[in-house]
């Protein structure tokens, strides 16, 4: 038999035992034969030596800035009290960018389009204003709106991030920044080859 054909074959092996055999639980020995070749199995045999599986690596994901203000408990009765008054200002400001996704794409022929979020509180103090920046330029300001509509976009890969400011300017709350690739159709050398083939 070839080596490469013995190396997929083994390859293919070691593939299909790693997929069907947890690695905590499972052993594995080696046995180099007189030719040469290397023989696998989860039974020992004679001549073999034991070999170290290593855990599968695991990779535990961050919750979203949403995910967590729903799992927040609700607000102790005294502290509803307070932000009843209306002339409290809070002390924890959190903003998130619900609209357009992560890393999505999005058809804007005219550069046009809208981007949402959701805050809190909900409705912002006096004096106090959101700012979305694209790219590192601030391209809205408002205080009353949870939606902005962005103009004249130019396509390509764009980072959105929002931010809450009070009245000094100072940032209180900024969401994560934001990637999106917005599409736009491309006019370009539109017959600047003269017709010739």
């Given at each position: 038999m070839k080596p490469l054909a013995l190396a997929a074959i083994l390859l293919t092996f070691l593939i299909g035992l790693a997929l069907h055999v947890d690695p905590s639980t499972a052993q594995v020995y080696k046995k180099r034969n007189a030719?040469?070749?290397?023989?696998?199995?989860?039974?020992?045999?004679?001549?073999?030596?034991?070999?170290?599986?290593?855990?599968?690596?695991?990779?535990?994901?961050?919750?979203?800035?949403?995910?967590?203000?729903?799992?927040?408990?609700?607000?102790?009765?005294?502290?509803?009290?307070?932000?009843?008054?209306?002339?409290?200002?809070?002390?924890?400001?959190?903003?998130?960018i619900t609209s357009p996704e992560y890393q999505a794409p999005i058809r804007a022929n005219n550069g046009q389009f809208d981007v949402l979020w959701q805050s809190e509180p909900e409705k912002l103090p006096e004096g106090y204003n959101y700012e979305l920046y694209v790219d590192g330029v601030m391209s809205w300001s408002g205080s009353d709106s949870n939606q902005a509509t962005l103009m004249d976009v130019a396509r390509g890969e764009r980072r959105i991030y929002l931010?809450?400011?009070?009245?000094?300017?100072?940032?209180?709350?900024?969401?994560?920044?934001?990637?999106?690739?917005?599409l736009r159709v491309a006019i370009s050398g539109a017959g600047s080859n003269g017709g010739g083939a």
């Open positions: 030719d040469g070749t290397v023989t696998y199995s989860d039974q020992p045999i004679q001549g073999a030596e034991k070999v170290e599986v290593e855990a599968a690596p695991v990779t535990e994901f961050a919750k979203s800035n949403a995910a967590a203000q729903v799992e927040q408990s609700q607000p102790s009765a005294e502290q509803a009290g307070e932000a009843e008054g209306g002339d409290e200002i809070p002390t924890e400001f959190s903003v998130t931010r809450i400011v009070d009245a000094n300017g100072g940032e209180v709350a900024r969401s994560d920044t934001l990637v999106v690739y917005v």
